[in-house]
């Protein structure tokens, strides 16, 4: 079994900053992929950031010279620095991994349940 928990939502002014927390736990022999989506009320999920096992990371545009994501190999924690945040950034943030339960095993996905984050005066 796996077990994603995730951190650090709340309510923030615009341009302020919030950082997110993922702490991974659980039947986890490798994750290949450590990423954060997004869904805004009436909008569907979408990719926010992720960063490979490699470290290589890639952002939405809406994101990109805003946003941060890195990751604590030790804890097994990524992290989503968000600063200069809008208020269309206002929605549910969800953490995903991308894994293996074993070396021989298919890589599987597993979602965490979302952190609010809400931007607003």
């Known amino acids: 079994q796996v077990q994603l928990v995730e951190s650090g939502g709340g309510l923030v002014q615009p341009g302020g900053s919030l950082r997110l927390s993922c702490a991974a736990s659980?039947?986890?022999?490798?994750?290949?992929?450590r990423a954060w989506y997004r869904q805004a009320p009436g909008k569907q999920r979408e990719l926010v950031a992720e960063?490979?096992?490699?470290?290589?990371?890639n952002y939405a545009d809406f994101v990109m010279g805003r946003f941060t994501i890195s990751r604590d190999n030790a804890k097994n924690t990524v992290y989503l620095q968000m600063n200069s945040l809008k208020p269309e950034d206002t929605g549910v943030y969800y953490c995903?991994?991308?894994?293996?339960?074993?070396?021989?095993?298919?890589?599987?996905?597993?979602w965490g349940q979302g952190t609010q984050v809400t931007v607003s005066s």
């Open positions: 659980g039947s986890i022999f490798s994750i290949n992929i």
């Open positions: 960063i490979t096992r490699d470290g290589s990371t």
């Open positions: 995903k991994i991308d894994y293996k339960r074993a070396p021989w095993s298919a890589r599987s996905e597993y």
